[in-house]
């Protein structure tokens, strides 16, 4: 093994391997390793060129190719066990004798290392299990490897973030995590320790990655090389600012997006849906987006409304437009074999291809393929269908579903991408698709991009990707879920995030049951960085199974309008709707230092209280912006609930006026027209 220093890069060599370890932006690292002549190029999520860094490089005069058995406990630095480190700013990464990495603060604290089970040159640490840090082991035929990384677990250890995954568990210490992404499953590896540093497992291959107890393991099916970012900082909020830094920062929210977005499975017609945006109008209620669902198409990849029962967009859109409301459209990556663009679409080779069986990947309502989002003609094709179908109308905002993409079954060894194989790289799928309609968008001159995305990787964030959280079930236990997604999805870096309010999947609108978790995911859905009303509810009409032009129509669920769910319900909901419009001025304010720094607008407790050990356990309640604190009602029936006032503040309870000082328990009530909110050191914004 040999240290070598190439301007301001480490490099381990060791044999055809090399590992480099390079300053990556203010107080940040990045480590990366290959087997092969060349390190790949691939950049991945971190797509930002890196604020210029001067690491300091120290090497020490070890002769590191003397056999272990000769021992050299004479030099001092075996005795020591280090052969060189490289230091930026915050990070140090030390290497012993024998090539293993060691993170540190500038404390000198034992951030992360690397978990190595093998015989070292002094024996300091002798196993005889042979289980190395960084194993890489060849798919025999290919350039490929899998490879995984192993490092130390620490007890006491806390790791927030990972993205979005559907289970109740906040901290994901002890949590297995597939590295893939699913319908309701965003798979975004970056994670933020309690014990002060963020970690990038900057690879959009398939695997796993498990935070147990005895040791941390990333896993890769199928890759080219091992590449992560580690970065340093004193507080939550830097770690996040460094990460972001490099991999992209959201840009500022349109205004539309700070206020209401209607939505239901489906619409049917024009009419069905100005109706809507009209009542609401006609009522005083606010509503600056609407959305056109699914299937208004003539065909699955055509790209454009189905004109018998979508006569006059350009119309619809007009009006609403009058009535203060966008209209945002759904738009499917899946191309229907019957459709006008498929052939086209399959002759220059813009859809996602198998190796083997049946070239359809979807067979509902139609046999279809996916579009390769990450061919760059791919995404200009579908891109300038869109325009000139939806944005020539005056349509700027897309609603880009099945992102991840939903294979059926998701068989990611049998497809393969202009990037590569689905192994290697599928997780960035959903990067590109919204990379696609944010570039057409830009060069069409809009300033204001956004687009409603059901699924996000590490990067998306920078493409104006709002996230929501998918088809999940209508009940308080999906309800209770959404919450730490929404937190760990803000932690990964993707700051727009929201739900169908109410679950997509099973809510009946006259059961009193589904009536309550309504209500009291709507007032939650208030303090989301975006208040979106979704659902098929149950039961579908029942209509005769329609074609047009030999194409199934899709019939629709129930209504869910805010006056749908009982009368006493809608003063409620009302009520509501007017919160979310007397915070504009507040989240407009949030989102801007969301857009400047990296920061977050839905935070967990510790994010701005890491000195109160509470609250790093809390998991019930969050942070909206740093002034707010939200204890959403989460249980059917719940008629009070406990709420915990960090230390080091004085907190107003929004509702009733009454102050209290932190670093306590409190319980308050809860009838149906409350959220708990308190207001950090009684700073004057209008809530109730």
Same mark, same amino acid.
């Given at each position: 093994?040999?240290?070598?220093?190439?301007?301001?890069?480490?490099?381990?060599?060791?044999?055809?391997?090399?590992?480099?370890?390079?300053?990556?932006?203010? =107080?940040?690292?990045?480590?990366?390793?290959?087997?092969?002549?060349?390190?790949?190029?691939?950049?991945?999520?971190?797509?930002?060129?890196?604020?210029?860094?001067?690491?300091?490089?120290?090497?020490?005069?070890?002769?590191?190719?003397?056999?272990?058995?000769?021992?050299?406990?004479?030099?001092?630095?075996?005795?020591?066990?280090?052969?060189?480190?490289?230091?930026?700013?915050?990070?140090?990464?030390?290497?012993?004798?024998?090539?293993?990495?060691?993170?540190?603060?500038?404390?000198?604290?034992?951030?992360?290392?690397?978990?190595?089970?093998?015989?070292?040159?002094?024996?300091?640490?002798?196993?005889?299990?042979?289980?190395?840090?960084?194993?890489?082991?060849?798919?025999?035929?290919?350039?490929?490897?899998?490879?995984?990384?192993?490092?130390?677990?620490?007890?006491?250890?806390?790791?927030?973030?990972?993205?979005?995954?559907?289970?109740?568990?906040?901290?994901?210490?002890?949590?297995?995590?597939?590295?893939?992404? *699913?319908?309701?499953?965003?798979?975004?590896?970056?994670?933020?320790?309690?014990?002060?540093?963020?970690?990038?497992?900057?690879?959009?291959?398939?695997?796993?990655?498990?935070?147990?107890?005895?040791?941390?393991?990333?896993?890769?099916?199928?890759?080219?090389?091992?590449?992560?970012?580690?970065?340093?900082?004193?507080?939550?909020?830097?770690?996040?600012?460094?990460?972001?830094?490099?991999?992209?920062?959201?840009?500022?929210?349109?205004?539309?997006?700070?206020?209401?977005?209607?939505?239901?499975?489906? +619409?049917?017609?024009?009419?069905?849906?100005?109706?809507?945006?009209?009542?609401?109008?006609?009522?005083?209620?606010?509503?600056?987006?609407?959305?056109?669902?699914?299937?208004?198409?003539?065909?699955?990849?055509?790209?454009?409304?189905?004109?018998?029962?979508?006569?006059?967009?350009?119309?619809?859109?007009?009006?609403?437009?009058?009535?203060?409301?966008?209209?945002?459209?759904?738009?499917?990556?899946?191309?229907?074999?019957?459709?006008?663009?498929?052939?086209?679409?399959?002759?220059?080779?813009?859809?996602?291809?198998?190796?083997?069986?049946?070239?359809?990947?979807?067979?509902?309502?139609?046999?279809?393929?996916?579009?390769?989002?990450?061919?760059? /003609?791919?995404?200009?094709?579908? &891109?300038?269908?869109?325009?000139?179908?939806?944005?020539?109308?005056?349509?700027?905002?897309?609603?880009?579903?099945?992102?991840?993409?939903?294979?059926?079954?998701?068989?990611?060894?049998?497809?393969?991408?202009?990037?590569?194989?689905?192994?290697?790289?599928?997780?960035? +799928?959903?990067?590109?698709?919204?990379?696609?309609?944010?570039?057409?968008?830009?060069?069409?001159?809009?300033?204001?991009?956004?687009?409603?995305?059901?699924?996000? &990787?590490?990067?998306?964030?920078?493409?104006?990707?709002?996230?929501?959280?998918?088809?999940?079930?209508?009940?308080?236990?999906?309800?209770?879920?959404?919450?730490?997604?929404?937190?760990?999805?803000?932690?990964?870096?993707?700051?727009?995030?929201?739900?169908?309010?109410?679950?997509?999947?099973?809510?009946?609108?006259?059961?009193?049951?589904?009536?309550?978790?309504?209500?009291?995911?709507?007032?939650?859905?208030?303090?989301?960085?975006?208040?979106?009303?979704? /659902?098929?509810?149950?039961?579908?009409?029942?209509?005769?199974?329609?074609?047009? =032009?030999?194409?199934?129509?899709?019939?629709?669920?129930?209504?869910?309008?805010?006056?749908?769910?009982?009368?006493?319900? +809608?003063?409620?909901?009302?009520?509501?709707?007017?919160?979310?419009?007397?915070?504009?001025?507040?989240?407009?304010?949030?989102? *801007?230092?969301?857009?400047?720094?990296?920061?977050?607008?839905?935070?967990?407790?510790?994010?701005?209280?890491?000195?109160?050990?509470?609250?790093?356990?809390?998991?019930?309640?969050?942070?909206?912006?740093?002034?707010?604190?939200?204890?959403?009602?989460?249980?059917?029936?719940?008629?009070?609930?406990?709420?915990?006032?960090?230390?080091?503040?004085?907190?107003?309870?929004?509702?009733?006026?009454?102050?209290?000082?932190?670093?306590?328990?409190?319980?308050?009530?809860?009838?149906?027209?409350?959220?708990?909110?308190?207001?950090?050191?009684?700073?004057?914004?209008?809530?109730?």
């Amino acid at each position: 093994m040999r240290l070598i220093q190439e301007k301001n890069k480490l490099i381990i060599a060791n044999g055809p391997a090399q590992v480099w370890i390079e300053p990556w932006g203010r =107080n940040s690292l990045r480590v990366r390793m290959t087997k092969e002549a060349k390190m790949d190029a691939n950049d991945w999520a971190l797509s930002e060129v890196p604020q210029a860094c001067d690491a300091k490089i120290e090497l020490h005069e070890v002769d590191l190719t003397m056999p272990w058995w000769k021992g050299e406990e004479h030099d001092k630095h075996l005795e020591t066990g280090i052969a060189g480190s490289i230091t930026n700013g915050k990070i140090t990464a030390k290497v012993n004798t024998e090539g293993w990495i060691s993170f540190y603060n500038q404390k000198g604290e034992l951030l992360l290392s690397e978990y190595w089970r093998t015989r070292d040159r002094i024996d300091r640490f002798c196993a005889p299990l042979r289980i190395e840090a960084r194993e890489f082991k060849a798919i025999q035929g290919t350039t490929d490897f899998s490879i995984t990384a192993r490092f130390e677990a620490v007890d006491g250890e806390k790791i927030f973030g990972m993205g979005q995954y559907q289970e109740a568990n906040l901290d994901k210490k002890g949590a297995t995590l597939e590295l893939a992404h *699913r319908n309701s499953q965003a798979s975004v590896p970056f994670y933020i320790s309690n014990l002060g540093y963020g970690f990038l497992w900057n690879n959009p291959a398939i695997g796993t990655a498990t935070f147990g107890t005895n040791k941390t393991e990333w896993y890769a099916k199928s890759t080219k090389k091992l590449d992560y970012f580690v970065t340093a900082g004193d507080t939550p909020a830097e770690i996040e600012e460094q990460y972001t830094a490099v991999t992209g920062r959201t840009p500022m929210m349109p205004e539309y997006g700070i206020g209401f977005w209607q939505c239901k499975l489906r +619409y049917r017609t024009q009419d069905e849906l100005l109706a809507v945006a009209r009542e609401h109008k006609k009522r005083g209620l606010p509503m600056d987006v609407i959305v056109v669902d699914f299937f208004h198409w003539t065909r699955q990849g055509d790209f454009r409304f189905e004109p018998r029962d979508w006569p006059d967009p350009a119309a619809m859109v007009k009006e609403l437009k009058e009535l203060g409301i966008e209209t945002c459209v759904s738009v499917w990556p899946t191309i229907d074999e019957r459709s006008i663009n498929y052939g086209e679409m399959a002759d220059k080779g813009y859809l996602v291809n198998a190796d083997r069986g049946s070239s359809f990947h979807m067979n509902w309502m139609g046999d279809t393929v996916f579009y390769d989002a990450t061919h760059p /003609g791919a995404q200009e094709f579908v &891109w300038n269908k869109c325009k000139e179908n939806y944005y020539s109308l005056g349509i700027k905002t897309f609603w880009l579903d099945e992102a991840e993409p939903e294979y059926g079954p998701y068989d990611f060894d049998n497809y393969r991408y202009y990037a590569g194989p689905a192994l290697q790289c599928t997780n960035i +799928y959903p990067v590109m698709y919204a990379k696609g309609f944010y570039d057409g968008l830009k060069a069409a001159g809009e300033k204001d991009v956004m687009s409603l995305v059901r699924c996000a &990787w590490a990067g998306s964030q920078k493409y104006g990707v709002l996230t929501w959280s998918g088809d999940i079930h209508s009940s308080f236990r999906a309800f209770r879920e959404q919450l730490q997604a929404g937190l760990n999805m803000s932690v990964a870096g993707i700051p727009w995030w929201t739900t169908d309010i109410g679950g997509f999947l099973g809510g009946n609108i006259d059961d009193p049951s589904f009536r309550e978790l309504l209500v009291r995911w709507f007032a939650w859905g208030v303090f989301c960085p975006v208040f979106r009303l979704h /659902g098929e509810r149950s039961p579908w009409y029942e209509r005769e199974q329609e074609f047009i =032009n030999g194409v199934r129509q899709l019939t629709s669920g129930q209504d869910n309008e805010v006056w749908s769910f009982g009368e006493d319900n +809608y003063e409620i909901l009302k009520e509501f709707l007017f919160m979310r419009e007397r915070l504009r001025p507040y989240i407009r304010e949030c989102m *801007r230092r969301v857009s400047e720094t990296g920061d977050l607008i839905m935070r967990p407790m510790f994010y701005d209280f890491q000195n109160d050990s509470v609250c790093w356990e809390l998991k019930d309640q969050y942070m909206f912006g740093p002034d707010l604190l939200v204890a959403p009602v989460m249980e059917e029936g719940m008629t009070e609930r406990s709420v915990y006032l960090p230390k080091g503040a004085t907190w107003k309870n929004a509702k009733t006026g009454e102050t209290y000082e932190g670093g306590q328990y409190i319980t308050v009530p809860t009838p149906m027209d409350v959220i708990p909110v308190f207001i950090k050191d009684c700073k004057d914004i209008p809530v109730y």
